[in-house]
Every structure is written in structure tokens, then in C-alpha cells.
């Protein structure tokens, strides 16, 4: 009941957000007319946009002027939940009431969860490691879930660090 | 074992005033030089069970047989195209609000409901797993709870642990305390840029988007930075706008020209629905 109601609360908001999705550029950026594309002039930090589709490492971006075009996805910080968050608040308060797990096994007070305090504190619950075992499944079970999307195995370089 | 013999040494001379019993003090010198050779396979598992149990003792398991068996049909996918495919790799979801997910040696990794309810598709659901499993394959875990519990028998030689003959329960108690401090603490911020590097590797090689976990890292930067649910893996991790940086720079080039992935947004709206309904 709780995680449905959490959801519920999380989907709201999520309806608050997308309808004002935008961002800010966090350094000068340069402006592709397509993703991997030429670069067509530049756009200056701070610069509010509107960000639309992604595809693979890059968004759509609209600025004021006209100024349209693709940036890497690592050039916008998309905008905060500031507004949603004091509602989400509210309703998380409402929410902040002790609790025991569906389980049976511990009970976490309020909806703030997990933290270094439960972890320190806790006692090892080696029952729940064991029903972890139940729901293994085998590779082939794995491997008719990925045809079925289908996902296919692909060939990737690994990657370098770049600080 | 060099290392070994100077801790206890070390620690012994730190405590002068204590009488030690010889066979006593080979029992615990034992239990320390074990601690210092590189783990069996049996033995990460050993670990990796006590390191799991902590966590599930801090929170429960989600009561949903379906979404468990989902998120370890994701997970395994994913961890067949790592090179340790045959370890017994399981899944499991928290059920808990925060905002987080877990690895622990020999292959058990953990989500929260509070992370899994704010993902848009599959292939964040990826790139979050992706990143737990490059931290087992990577040994993160194993050799940080190792080291604090090479310290933790050191102090031990030191004190109370020579009353006790048993090297296993002290061993066993040493390698739970060093799980409550890693899971408390985090690992070094170096392991989880790595992890980042190598799950998005793991997670393209799956066929799902590779960008999964930078839209997850987004969507986490956008949040407010003290809202409580946050508040364990803002203190364990390096902050979302570094890690999206780092990431686009590693990935940009190597996985721009590739085309073909997945999102899976349908299959995960349906197999949540089971969570927050149709």
C-alpha cells in the first residue's frame, strides 16, 4: 500500500515536471545542426533552452532568437523539481508514518529510508538472503526475455577515463 | 603478508600493557594472514552472503514475486555480457523509499522501490544494474570490505578478540562490521567513476541504450540535493552533474556512430504496472 501510494505521489509529480521541461546550459556550448553533425554557431552558459528529443548522447534545443539545434547531453542541466518538490514534501510528510514491511523481516520508521544509521544498526537476516535465491532465474530464461524486446548482443569498446 | 605481520606487530606494540597468550596470538595471526590473500571464489561468496544479509537486515525485501523475477531477467541478461557470466548472479528490489541501489561480492545486487518507480524504461533500469554489476566484477566491494576487516582483526589482536579461540566468528564479525562501513561510508569515488565507465559498456553490449544511466544521473541532478530520499547516496557517491560530465566526455566518440539500442519503455510501463497499476 505504501509503494502504491508512493508511486502515485511520484507520477504526480512527474506530470508537474514534464509539463515545464527546460534547462540550462552549464558551460559555452557548441550548437550541431544534427546530432554528430557540423557545428552551426554556439550558445553562451547559462543560456535557457528548451530541450526536446534525445537521441543516443545528444538533445534537441531551442533558445530564444530562433537559435535551434543539438547539444551533448552532458551541456544542459535539465530544469529542477524546485516547484514540485515542496508538494512531493507534503505528501511525503503524510506518508511519514512508522511502518513494517510487507515481509515481516524489519520495520524502518517514516518514509525517509535506508540511511547509514539502519545500516549500522542493522542485525544480519540471513532468511532474506535465502528467499533472494527463489527468485533466480537461468540464462536461458535471460536470454528469451532479451530476444523478446529484442535486444541484441552488440560488440562495444570499453571506455576510457576522461577526467 | 609482509603488511600483515607489520599491522599486528604494530598493534601489539601499541599494547604493551595486555598479556598475550601464544597459541592464542597465532590463532588470531592465522585469521589475519587469511585476510591478506586474494579471496577464493567460495570465499567471496562467504562475503558477499554476509555483506547482503547486512543489508537486508536494514531493509526488507519488496513482496512482489513478479517484479523480483523481472528485475533478475534485466540483470542477468546483462551480466551474461560480463567476464564473469556463471557466478550465481541474483536481483532483488528493496522495498523502501530511498533513492539507491547496491552491489555486495559474489553477485548480489540491490534496487529500491523508491529508484525503480522513478525510471522511465528499461534501459535506465540497465544502466543502474549495469553499474552494480561492473562493481562486483570489479572487486569494489570485496576489497574494501576485505581491507576494513584486515584492520578490524588487527585491533582485534590487540584486545578482547585473543579471549576467544574461534578465528571464524571474529572473521565472520569482522567482515560484517567492514559491510556496515563500506554500505555507510561508500567506496572511493574513483571505483564508482569506474563503474559508471564499465556498466554503460556492460549495458550497450545488452543492447540497451547506452545513455540509460546519464538520464537516470539527470533526472537525480534535478532533484532537490537534500531531499531526504537521496540522502544515503548523496553521501556514498560523487555528485550526478560529475559523474554526467565525466560519462559524456568517456562516451562521446566510442558509442556516438552505434545505432540500435533499446529503451524497453513499454515492457518496463507494463511489468511496473504491477507496482503503481495499468
Same mark, same amino acid.
Do not use: F, S, T, V
Given at each position: 500500500m505504501r509503494t502504491l501510494l508512493l508511486a502515485l505521489g511520484l507520477c504526480f509529480m512527474a506530470t508537474i515536471v514534464a509539463a515545464s521541461e527546460g534547462g540550462t546550459l552549464i558551460a559555452n556550448t557548441p550548437l550541431y545542426d544534427r546530432p554528430n553533425g557540423e557545428v552551426k554557431g554556439s550558445l553562451l552558459a547559462n543560456t535557457l533552452v528548451e530541450v526536446g528529443e534525445r537521441q543516443g548522447g545528444w538533445y534537441a534545443v531551442s533558445a530564444s532568437g530562433g537559435r535551434q539545434g543539438w547539444v551533448r547531453i552532458g551541456s544542459v542541466r535539465l530544469a529542477g523539481e524546485a516547484e514540485s518538490e515542496s508538494m512531493l514534501s507534503g505528501f511525503l510528510s503524510w506518508l511519514n508514518q512508522p511502518r513494517s514491511s510487507a515481509t515481516g523481516n524489519s520495520t524502518t520508521a517514516g518514509?525517509?529510508?535506508?540511511?547509514a544509521g539502519d545500516i549500522n544498526a542493522a542485525a544480519a537476516n540471513y532468511d532474506a538472503v535465502e528467499r533472494m535465491e527463489r527468485w533466480r532465474v537461468t540464462p536461458a530464461a535471460a536470454r528469451r526475455h532479451a530476444e523478446m524486446l529484442p535486444l541484441r548482443e552488440r560488440s562495444v569498446p570499453p571506455l576510457a577515463d576522461r577526467k | 603478508m609482509r603488511n600483515s605481520v607489520i599491522i599486528l606487530l604494530f598493534t601489539l606494540s601499541l599494547s604493551a600493557c595486555n598479556t598475550f597468550d601464544l597459541e592464542q596470538l597465532g590463532t588470531v595471526s592465522t585469521t589475519l594472514q587469511r585476510a591478506f590473500v586474494p579471496a577464493t571464489a567460495s570465499e567471496e561468496q562467504e562475503i558477499g552472503r554476509e555483506a547482503a544479509a547486512i543489508l537486508l537486515g536494514a531493509a526488507p525485501l519488496l513482496d512482489n514475486p513478479k517484479i523480483q523475477a523481472y528485475v533478475n531477467r534485466v540483470g542477468l541478461w546483462i551480466a551474461l555480457q560480463s567476464e564473469r557470466p556463471d557466478i550465481p548472479w541474483r536481483f532483488a528490489v528493496l522495498?523502501? @523509499?530511498?533513492?539507491n541501489a547496491f552491489a555486495a561480492p559474489g553477485g548480489y545486487i540491490f534496487i529500491t522501490t523508491g529508484l525503480l518507480l522513478r525510471l522511465q524504461n528499461e534501459a535506465e533500469l540497465a544502466g543502474v544494474l549495469a553499474h552494480e554489476i561492473a562493481h562486483v566484477i570489479a572487486s569494489h566491494h570485496l576489497d574494501a570490505i576485505r581491507k576494513e576487516a584486515r584492520l578490524s582483526l588487527a585491533g582485534m589482536a590487540a584486545g578482547a578478540?585473543?579471549?576467544?579461540? /574461534?578465528?571464524d566468528p571474529e572473521q565472520l564479525k569482522a567482515l560484517a562490521g567492514g559491510a556496515r562501513l563500506i554500505y555507510s561510508r561508500g567506496l572511493e569515488r574513483s571505483d564508482e567513476y569506474e563503474a559508471d565507465r564499465l556498466g554503460v559498456v556492460l549495458a550497450a553490449k545488452a543492447g540497451y541504450d547506452p545513455y540509460g544511466l546519464v538520464s537516470v544521473l539527470q533526472a537525480l541532478e534535478r532533484?532537490? @540535493?537534500?531531499a531526504s530520499e537521496l540522502g544515503l547516496l548523496m553521501k556514498t557517491h560523487p555528485r550526478p552533474q560529475d559523474r554526467i560530465a565525466r560519462l559524456d566526455r568517456s562516451m562521446? /566518440? @566510442?558509442?556516438? /556512430?552505434m545505432s540500435g539500442f533499446q529503451l524497453g519503455e513499454a515492457r518496463f510501463r507494463q511489468q511496473l504496472s504491477e507496482l503503481v497499476g495499468p
Open positions: 518514509i525517509r529510508g535506508l540511511d | 522495498d523502501d @523509499p530511498d533513492i578478540a585473543l579471549r576467544e579461540k /574461534g578465528q532533484m532537490n @540535493p537534500q562521446r /566518440g @566510442p558509442l556516438d /556512430g
